[in-house]
């Protein structure tokens, strides 16, 4: 079953037995085993029974809670696991240590080379469009990475290559129906922007959730500077994971046509842009089959889905800090 996303208004979500429920006006839309659920995700308004939540809490599963555009608004999720050691040797690399800025390298290496990736991979689909351009800008970006000691240059790289993927993120879309300017977000204004807004809220709550199995406290990061209430460590995870499942997931869909204008709305006031009922349904069933699909990871070299993924890298990530790996290996993927 993997994650539950809960998009009817106004529902209850209850637990009876070993069971999951949940139902809107007097009709059960899902019944489901505990055992197989493995996150809970409400978008918009929803009740949660003291049942429901004292067995969440008791099975380790979060529970997180998006506007119904996908705006990410906060989540319930266990206490951290007992591993202090963990988050001791996270605490001990704040700052400019080596080990966090060898961390940032990975963590902007392993996102530009899969932009690059990307990139690639559309230039070779489609003869009349020239991406060499970006892709250079991009392999400029990435090239001076491993030399790079500060953490504040290696942001700048990090927002360079990103301008020079997005600048052409439009190209990467197939047809006349979308279009694609620039990143807007907070409320996105455009199709495009509202699928990729969504699609990183759902990702953080997934990486999110693998940090907090692992042990880690979310909100100490390296590449993200601390604020107050945001997981600056699921971000910087979250970096490798965008092109790969989230990117990919909008472009598939918008590509071969599983969404179309008809999917959207868009706010008359705000002018916010965000999907209807039926797209939303569509957008988060090609989700969640992308998190299940499976690939080889070049690390480990066996079989995994996407979403195991999230754990293994977050375990990868700890294994590093704690001395037991001589270097992290973001998640890179051809």
């Not at 009876?16 to 019944?31: G, Q, W």
Request: aromatic share 8%; charged share 25%; net charge positive.
């Amino acid at each position: 079953m993997g994650t539950v996303y809960v998009t009817e208004q106004d529902s209850f979500i209850g637990k009876t037995d070993e069971r999951l429920s949940v139902k809107a006006n007097k009709a059960t839309l899902l019944d489901v085993p505990l055992i197989k659920v493995d996150g809970l995700v409400v978008l918009g308004r929803a009740t949660v029974s003291p049942a429901a939540v004292f067995e969440l809490l008791e099975r380790r599963i979060p529970l997180s809670f998006l506007t119904g555009t996908g705006r990410y608004l906060g989540r319930l999720e266990p206490e951290l696991t007992k591993n202090i050691f963990v988050r001791k040797a996270q605490w001990q690399a704040i700052g400019e240590s080596a080990r966090a800025i060898h961390l940032v390298q990975g963590f902007v290496r392993g996102k530009l080379k899969n932009y690059r990736h990307t990139l690639l991979r559309r230039d070779r689909e489609c003869s009349e469009i020239d991406l060499q351009a970006h892709i250079s800008q991009l392999e400029q970006a990435i090239a001076p990475i491993a030399k790079t000691t500060s953490i504040d240059s290696l942001r700048g790289l990090e927002g360079a290559g990103s301008a020079a993927y997005f600048g052409c993120f439009d190209k990467l879309i197939k047809g006349s129906e979308f279009g694609f300017k620039t990143r807007n977000r907070r409320p996105p204004t455009d199709p495009v922007n509202a699928l990729l807004s969504l699609g990183y809220s759902l990702l953080r709550h997934d990486i999110q959730g693998a940090l907090n199995i692992v042990g880690f406290d979310p909100y100490l990061g390296y590449l993200h500077v601390e604020r107050y209430g945001r997981p600056s460590l699921a971000l910087d995870l979250m970096e490798e994971f965008r092109p790969l499942v989230v990117d990919a997931v909008v472009l598939a869909a918008l590509n071969k046509r599983s969404l179309n204008p008809n999917d959207f709305t868009t706010e008359p006031l705000s002018n916010a842009v965000s999907l209807t009922k039926e797209g939303l349904h569509t957008f988060l069933r090609l989700y969640e089959l992308k998190k299940q699909s499976k690939f080889k990871h070049p690390v480990l070299l066996k079989q995994c889905t996407y979403r195991e993924a999230f754990e293994i890298q977050a375990r990868l990530l700890a294994k590093y800090l704690m001395g037991e790996i001589e270097k992290y290996p973001p998640l890179v993927l051809k």
